[in-house]
Nanobody
């Protein structure tokens, strides 16, 4: 099982940007697809973006054109660049490795003026 640790969350004003990072343990990271999910208060966890091992990407409609998922296999890292942030993007963001069932602990993103 791979261990995942997110970082980079925080408080940002509407229209601002943040980049989330997910550090993965192990030497087989490059073989896994990866995903970012988020969960807002009193809402179900939802898929934000995915990236395959060959860097094909998918985005939820709500973030398409504003968020970018990327990976660096040499560093065992996955990133989520978030631009033009909106208050409705406020949530705890989780890194996930679907093929292993692994989840990170989450990082809080708050978009507020």
């Amino acid at each position: 099982q791979v261990q995942l640790v997110e970082s980079g969350g925080g408080l940002v004003q509407p229209g601002g940007s943040l980049i989330l990072s997910c550090a993965a343990s192990g030497t087989t990271f490059k073989y896994y697809g990866m995903a970012w999910y988020r969960q807002a208060p009193e809402k179900q966890r939802e898929l934000v973006a995915t990236i395959t091992r060959v860097s094909s990407t998918y985005y939820a409609d709500s973030v398409k054109g504003r968020f970018t998922i990327s990976r660096d296999n040499a560093k065992n890292m996955v990133y989520l660049q978030m631009n033009s942030l909106k208050p409705e993007d406020t949530a705890v963001y989780y890194c996930n490795a679907p093929e292993t069932g692994s989840w990170g602990q989450g990082t809080q993103v708050t978009v507020s003026s």
